[in-house]
């Protein structure tokens, strides 16, 4: 009996899961929990989705969002015998399920840094999103997927691939898309709502973000800055600065992009690398953790203390490589 | 003998052929025209392509893409008793072919427009992209795609889908796609040279105009504006702003967006529309032109005045329009 199967059985078992999702949950974390809480559904069963944070407003048409809840205290949460945690590599992503929760559980997850924090850990660092792993889960499950779940895992895999634009986008990647298109899901939909829904403040926000573009290692680094004042002043949030970081990332000659985003206790640094430098060691070292071409730490640091201890150990990061995954 | 057969006969039959695409050349003229030349050329067959512009610099990483001629006047060219015109409705697009080519003239395209200019006329507006028709015109002939070949089309449907955004883009796309990754394309390359070739002032640039976000008709309308000051200020040119539309055009209840830019004797203005309003009316009674979803024109005109005389104009168009061709 392969992992999947084990699960299934678990699934099957259960009388309702628990689902739990990262903190700032994204595209593959809202719409793998969406459809695994629909396919349990399907089989009679209850699930609940809890997230630390809200979920982002360009995330508000996928089918069943406002289901997901908001949870800050550990006992709010309602723990069903089978708890799953999706999308997250370890869990200081889930800082609500610190302490032993009390049922079984179950890791599903594609970052290569995950540490195996489950019961069973269905890990696949291929998958370029966990919604790929989703997928075939419900394919083994024998399920049927409706458009609902087309809609949520399409928005899964299209958005953790950049819309089919980062390294980790691989020809299983497209064919699951084919096939969940035939199924019910709207390119053209999902790709309006999330990336034609920028709220004016947030566009106001990029324009301040992109004001504060610098760069060194003759162009090979790049980072902007969102400061406090910047959010209050366009009345914006955290959730706006999404994708941000990809600007400075399409920058030619970008070897690695940066983010710099003050919060209420330091620094969030968000890091993009083009394939040169793998971030997610820089990340770890600085106590985040993430993918080799997307991590992320937090640094209780002043803004401008943050970028003089990251931007220099980027620099000899990116100095002591000198082969290259793309040319 | 269907068309596809028709056409792959006279290739066969020719002993080379004259491949031309339109003007301002884009990844499925482009990926479509360096595709049929490679296939010519595994048959034994002499290629040559003409266009009336220079290839743009993030499509010069396409294989073969230095033998794209470039050709101002209609004695230069050098024709094949098989004459090839892809991806362009009419013969405006291909100021080069008026007249009357000596050979035999194939009119390869996918747009609705088209108006059936050449001895065949294979024309499919069903298909997202040019690309798509010459992918099932390599099959039909049994030709091996190289991965070459494979670069060449996955541009071509990946750029003409804008990255399988726009709504032509159908679970076809995403298969031929597939299947050219498995062939040899990759998209993380192919992406990353189409949208992530900005220089660092383009981006300077960019900041600059989205400070510059204002609004109308509670949020239906959208503009920004690009200073020649800018511009100096950056170091880019009108070239620079291209796509700059699109960032207000993305933010969420904007039905029309405008780019104001300041030219030599006046402003250069480009209209998006979503849909409800069509913007090549109002372009055309400024002088201007286009299609219902994006146009431009020029005005003789301070800014601030022009931005005086368009503004209302598309206020009050928007305040006309009822229906909505997106919900």
Sequence with gaps: MDLYEVIIQELERTPGATIFIHKSPDGDALGSALTL?????ARGKEAEIYCWDAVPY????LPGWEKVKRVRQENEVFFYPLVVGLDSSDLGRLPFLEGRPPGKVVNIDHHPTNTRWGDLNL????????????FRLLEKWGLEITPEMATCLYTAIFTDTGGFRFSNTTEASLLYCHRLVKLGASPYEVATHVYESYSPGRMRLLGLALNTLSMAAEGGVAWIVVTREMMEATGT???D????????????????????????SGVKVSFRSKGKVNVALIAASLGGGGH?????CDMELPLEDAIKRVVPL???TLACCTSSTFS
């Design 314 to 316: 980027v620099e000899e």
């Design 292 to 296: 080799k071409a997307a991590a992320g």
């Design 58 to 61: 360009f995330y508000r048409f």
């Design 123 to 134: 890990v696949e660092p291929g998958a370029a999103a966990t919604g790929e792993i989703i």
């Design 237 to 239: 949030g955290p959730e």
């Design 37 to 41: 809480a629909m396919a349990l559904e």
């Design 241 to 264: 600065t999404e994708e941000f970081v990809n600007f400075p990332r399409s920058i030619r000659g970008v070897e690695v992009a940066l983010l710099f985003r003050e919060t209420e």
